[in-house]
T-cell receptor, first 117, second 112 residues
Framework: NAGVMQNPRHLVRRRGQEARLRCSPM?????VYWYRQLPEEGLKFMVY????????ESGMPKERFSAEFPKEGPSILRIQQVVRGDSAAYFCASSLASGTPYQETQYFGPGTRLLVL | AQKVTQAQTEISVVEKEDVTLDCVYETRDTTYYLFWYKQPPSGELVFLIR??????QNEISGRYSWNFQKSTSSFNFTITASQVVDSAVYFC?????????FGKGTRLSVIA
């Protein structure tokens, strides 16, 4: 019973490059959430998606960041023109479908550690 | 706005000691859920417990127990007879009608 999968686990980019982070939810889960964790900080919500829909992107920076969860394939978090401040751990979580999605248990992937040089 | 406070930044205990991690929350939602997650040194996040706002019964799972007190807006976590493998950062989190909000975590070090 595979859990939430994320790849790559580690990603190194130079300033100005693009970073693409992938997340496959747990089997049977249709809700995906992305979080960012800065060093010595808790996780901060970025975006919540269902298949082909962005439901809540209130935590997403307005520029350079985008997310998608296509009908087929993993969810993608994309960061364009990365800057040093984007260096962080990015976690994906998934949950079952529910009328109150934020209140369902979210199961997390192992995270992608992004380092911007 | 929702808020979770974990006042203890770091705790260090000797193996076999009991330890309690504090969590205090703020919310205006009448229905909400509280969570604890563990982040071991390997970095992944492991779900430990989910508790809804209408269920104030304490919960015990092996060496772990949780004390939910609505009157003080607290959801504390106790590890009994701690072990070295319990060394990790523990996060308390809150979800109502808005996205999950995490505390800053408590780093627990259990020394053999």
């Amino acid at each position: 019973n595979a859990g939430v999968m994320q790849n790559p686990r580690h990603l190194v980019r130079r300033r100005g490059q693009e970073a693409r982070l992938r997340c496959s939810p747990m089997k049977g889960h249709s809700h995906v959430y992305w979080y960012r964790q800065l060093p010595e900080e808790g996780l901060k919500f970025m975006v919540y998606l269902q298949k082909e829909n962005i439901i809540d992107e209130s935590g997403m920076p307005k520029e350079r960041f985008s997310a998608e969860f296509p009908k087929e394939g993993p969810s993608i978090l994309r960061i364009q023109q990365v800057v040093r401040g984007d260096s962080a751990a990015y976690f994906c979580a998934s949950s079952l479908a529910s009328g109150t999605p934020y209140q369902e248990t979210q199961y997390f992937g192992p995270g992608t550690r992004l380092l911007v040089l | 706005a929702q808020k979770v406070t974990q006042a203890q930044t770091e705790i260090s205990v000797v193996e076999k000691e009991d330890v309690t991690l504090d969590c205090v929350y703020e919310t205006r939602d009448t229905t909400y859920y509280l969570f604890w997650y563990k982040q071991p040194p390997s970095g992944e996040l492991v779900f430990l417990i989910r508790r809804n706002s209408f269920d104030e019964q304490n919960e015990i799972s092996g060496r772990y127990s949780w004390n939910f007190q609505k009157s003080t807006s607290s959801f504390n976590f106790t590890i009994t007879a701690s072990q070295v493998v319990d060394s990790a950062v523990y996060f308390c989190a809150l979800a109502g009608n808005t996205p999950l909000v995490f505390g800053k975590g408590t780093r627990l070090s259990v020394i053999a």
